[in-house]
């Protein structure tokens, strides 16, 4: 019986160890993503990401627009 026991122990540790790959799914957050949630906290200067980030975005978007006038 102790010798049942033992091996019922061992099937179920070893059927509850997986592969690692079939339910991790984390996915990596972008530069532009880390940087907006560190805006939002209370660190001190946390603000000034976020004026960055925005400085940046208005940027690229005159940038695109300028790109889009020389065609």
Known sequence: MKY??????SISLLAGCGNGESGDTKKEL??????S???KSILPGASVV????TASDSAA???KR??????
Do not use: N, P
């Open 4 to 9: 049942f026991i033992i091996v019922l122990c």
């Open 30 to 35: 972008t530069r532009q993503q880390k940087d």
């Open 50 to 53: 976020g004026s960055a980030i």
């Open 37 to 39: 949630v560190l805006s």
């Open 66 to 71: 300028l790109d889009e006038m020389s065609k």
């Open 61 to 63: 978007a005159r940038a």
